[in-house]
């Protein structure tokens, strides 16, 4: 029997871990779970979130799945194939991950035989959608584009900018479920694990003849990758070790400079940081920056961004 896997994709801090571990809060322990997570960044921050459930996790870090990392994405897949008791495969992409690129991976012919891919997730942040579409749109249309089921995250902080988000998705994908409610009033487990909505049979038909590519295919898809390996490269992620203890305020504070003061652009910021009081996590997605406690103990912090400069963000990290 082939093994189903579930792609969930989606630009730089628009939510897939908190999708995914809502979607696995669904399950009991009967069901043999492994993911499959790519940070861009040194450290995976959302891996440690994640086996905190209790999940089976392989973490390839440090690059992109679907460019630099894609050898080591598709040795792991044979490597979870080989433990032979898993019942479903969860893959997250990097959030700069070209979901094309992955599901290529995927529909090879080495494992076309041995997984079903079910209809890719694609989570687009209702608020920041128009923005990322002008400002990384290739990435963002890319995962657009392939993904079947696209949820919207922060749909109810402004309906209207929510609104006109899904229909410049809908525009660059007309054949996806679009989906605007709140996921917690929707069973994911139900809905993701169906094979094909009766509705879409027409569509997963196609995806499927597209992956009997042939040679002329192959070449395309070269030039296609050289493309995107230049985009791939304005991106940089930059970890940062925090061993001083400092107040959550005064982290925050750094962050807010790091924002304002270094030249680039901050698209996302993660990491566990070390206070008098214990550990904290600090976000920043969105515009936002929410820190909350955390049992998890670590002192990286990631920040991935386009053009930035790393000297100047460590001296105002230290400062
Ligand atoms: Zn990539």
């Known amino acids: 029997m082939k093994t189903p896997v579930l792609i969930v994709s989606g630009f730089l801090g628009t939510g897939k871990t908190t999708f995914i571990r809502q979607f696995l809060a669904e399950f009991d322990n009967t069901e043999r779970i492994m993911i499959i997570e790519n940070d861009f960044g040194e450290v995976s921050f959302d891996a440690a979130l994640l086996t ?42 990097s959030g700069v991950g070209k979901l094309s690129d992955v599901l290529r991976v995927c529909r090879s012919a080495a494992l076309q035989d041995r997984i079903s891919v079910l209809p ?15 400002n990384f749109g290739e990435f963002f249309t890319d995962q657009i584009e392939h993904g079947q089921r696209i949820f919207l995250s922060h749909a109810d902080e402004n309906l209207l900018r929510a609104e006109e988000s899904a229909a410049a998705i809908r525009k660059i994908n007309p054949e996806a479920s679009i989906y605007k409610t709140a996921w917690e009033t929707i069973s994911l487990k139900k809905l993701l694990l169906l094979p094909c909505q009766p509705a879409r049979k027409v ?6 003849q597209e992956a009997l590519c042939t040679d002329h295919d192959h070449d395309m898809h070269c030039d296609h990758h050289d493309h995107h390996h230049d985009a791939y490269h304005d991106f940089n992620a930059v970890t940062l070790r925090s061993e001083t203890l400092r107040s959550g305020i005064e982290w925050k504070r750094r962050a807010v400079l790091m924002l304002n003061s270094a030249p680039g652009q901050v698209v996302r910021m993660k990491g566990i940081l070390p206070t008098p009081e214990g550990f904290i996590s600090l976000q920043y997605n969105g515009g936002n920056i929410v820190m909350e406690e955390t049992d998890i103990v670590d002192q990286t912090f990631t920040i991935i961004g386009a053009g930035m400069d790393e000297k100047m963000l460590r001296r105002l990290w230290k400062q």
Do not use: M, N
Request: proline share 3%.
């Open 120 to 134: 890719p997730v694609t989570i687009a942040d209702a608020q920041r959608s128009l923005l990322y579409l002008h």
């Open 52 to 93: 905190q459930q209790g999940i089976r996790l392989q973490a390839l870090t440090s690059g992109c799945i679907c460019c630099t990392l894609a050898g080591d994405f598709e040795k792991s897949l044979h490597t979870v194939l080989a433990q032979a008791d898993v019942d479903l495969i969860i893959i997250e992409p």
């Open 203 to 208: 569509q997963c038909i196609e995806t499927v």
